[in-house]
């Protein structure tokens, strides 16, 4: 999420936006990427496929307890002036000398971020560290992504500064979640990228391209609706945040679905491509070693099938499609709380403590007898009965 000072009443009418695609899109373009790659390297992107698609979402999940993540997932260019790809080093050394690195991460780092990643998983490669692996390639695919994003590359990234707010989860979340069975996913193949920046900045410069048409469509979709039909409110935790309706974002669909659809069936090639990249540039590391057991005849059936369903666009219609299916919770192996941690007995009121106690050890014993002058058997009998109470008090407890 980007963080830019706004006025109380911008923050209380802005939804929660994240800081990437959703995590419905994010997740479906590290699984695309995967069926892109080569079969010397998809048994072992397979085998770990659950793990590369529930990792996919890790910058955004971890970006409210590390300040420095957030400027990772963009690059607002139109904070450079008007030719801002043109005036831009490609270069960190050359961008930071030129505008400071100061100034770089609080406009956004993203094209770095995503060669900084690469060579990461260039050294786990080169390392056979497997655990590494699959968390870099996981979040390499999350940064290419977001390169991808049109509202990742401008300041007015949520349309805060257009009276447009809401347009980044729309752009991003909202359709995707509407409309992905719609779509097909025939990202193009794998293939070696001689010089990755440059890809990733070529990424940017694409998505850069339609934010004219970004805004301008929701400004054409809006003049067929009224701010009761246009916007929906919900009210939590004390602040009201304010959304696109339904029926608002369907209408939008109609003008920018196409665009929306073709970036994100372009970023799972980009993605699958610099795995591939780091790979090679590693020295091509046996990947089938890494795995310890071989895919067996189901596992490989289990890939052909879903390779099938991808081909034919039926991903989703087969539930074969990994994002879309709900998380287990992951159950704890000690549900039981210690000793100090559980609620104490309940407390019972104090009574006055009998003439002569019996230890707690001690067996349970006949009530003794106690001499008292009384005047009839019924005074007795109450004396008695009381005593009995007392002793059964003083066993009460944990036991």
Known sequence: ????????????????????????????????????????????YYRHLAEIVRFSTAPDER?????????????????????PFGSMPKLWEKASAKYSADT??????????????KL?????????????????????????????????TTVNYDGQLTNQQGMHSLWESKLPERHLAE????????????????????????????????????EKVTRAFTNETKYTFSHKFGKTRRSYSDAFADAYYKEVGGQVA?????APTLVASLWLTAWQDAGRPDLDQLMGKKPGKEEKEKLALELKAWDKNELMTQDLLLATHKEAVVERPD???SAKDMAPPPVETPTPAPAAPVPATAPAAEPEKVK?????????????????????KENDGWN
């Open 1 to 44: 999420m980007k963080k830019h000072v706004l006025t109380l009443a911008l923050v209380l009418l802005c939804p929660f936006l994240s800081s990437g695609w959703g995590f419905l899109a994010h997740r479906t373009i590290n699984q695309i990427a995967v069926y892109t790659l080569p079969k010397s390297m998809q048994g072992f």
């Open 63 to 83: 970006r409210e307890d590390d300040p420095k993540e957030a400027p990772k997932h963009y690059i607002d260019m139109d904070h450079y002036g008007d030719d």
């Open 104 to 117: 770089l991460r609080k406009y956004g780092t993203v094209p770095w971020v995503v060669l900084e990643t």
């Open 120 to 152: 990461a998983l260039t050294e786990a490669f080169k390392q056979r560290d497997s655990v590494a692996i699959i968390r870099l390639s996981a979040e390499l695919g999350h940064y290419v992504a977001d390169a991808y994003v049109p509202l990742h």
């Open 183 to 218: 779509w097909k996913l025939d990202s193009e193949k794998a293939e070696y990228v001689k010089d990755p920046l440059r890809a990733v900045w070529t990424a940017v410069q694409e998505s850069y391209g339609f934010l004219g048409d970004t805004f301008d469509k929701e």
């Open 262 to 266: 073709y970036r994100l069936k372009q």
């Open 335 to 337: 549900q039981i709380n």
């Open 372 to 392: 008292v002058k009384t005047k009839s058997d019924e005074g007795s009998s109450k004396r008695k009965e009381k005593k009995k109470k007392d002793d059964k």
